[in-house]
T-cell receptor, first 117, second 118 residues
């Protein structure tokens, strides 16, 4: 099982639609979770962190399900400008006190969203 | 007010001709990273510096080297680029060390340097 898995899409939705993406992760000890947005041929930018209790930022809602090891991103009232690739990012437990991973962020391949007029 | 600046934005080189990509930051962050990203792929971490402490990923080829002469600057040297090294190279910074349990460890990326190998 890959460390971070996402459906690559593309998700083609009309303006105003609600769309949701899921991302699964394999390391149950993962401690931090993020959604980054990447526009075509641009750098990734932080969209939002994902907290255990779930969090909302305007039209965007992120949720974490530790039991099933997935995070989700819900976008309501989609805009044309939401068209981008959404990268799921997971921070495993790591560092000098732990074997293996140094705790560096692990990126998924991304889910491509295309919002049409 | 760009905070992580990469140069050049586009680099064309010939097979085997060394290339250096640069990254500078005004955030005074402790950690600087170099990622390689190919089309439709996840960014792949090559290495990172925590202050002057260099951390290489196990699967980063020897062809890739890095230097961090001071807090603000970090360089990626590709000693003998092959066709498979054509990619976007992303520099990123974070305030906290990757292994710290506390801290957001949020990455701020530069705009990237797109490398073409002929």
């Amino acid at each position: 099982r890959k460390e971070v898995e996402q459906d690559p899409g593309p998700f083609n939705v009309p303006e105003g639609a609600t769309v949701a993406f899921n991302c699964t992760y394999s390391n149950s000890a993962s401690q931090s979770f993020f959604w980054y947005r990447q526009d075509c041929r641009k750098e990734p930018k932080l969209l939002m962190s994902v907290y255990s209790s779930g969090n909302e930022d305007g039209r965007f809602t992120a949720q974490l399900n530790r039991a099933s090891q997935y995070i989700s991103l819900l976008i309501r009232d989609s805009k044309l400008s939401d068209s981008a690739t959404y990268l799921c990012v997971v921070k495993p437990l790591g560092g000098r006190n732990y074997g293996g991973s140094q705790g560096n962020l692990i990126f998924g391949k991304g889910t491509k969203l295309s919002v049409k007029p | 007010d760009a905070m992580v600046i990469q140069n050049p934005r586009y680099q064309v080189t010939q097979f085997g001709k060394p290339v250096t990509l640069s990254c500078s930051q005004t955030l005074n962050h402790n950690v600087m990273y170099w990622y390689q990203q190919k089309s439709s792929q996840a960014p792949k971490l090559l290495f990172h510096y925590y202050d002057k402490d260099f951390n290489n990923e196990a699967d980063t080829p020897d062809n890739f080297q890095s230097r961090r002469p001071n807090t603000s600057f970090c360089f990626l040297d590709i000693r003998s680029p092959g066709l498979g090294d054509a990619a976007m190279y992303l520099c990123a910074t974070s305030r906290d060390a990757p292994g710290q349990a506390s801290g957001a460890n949020v990455l701020t990326f530069g705009a990237g340097s797109r490398l073409t190998v002929l």
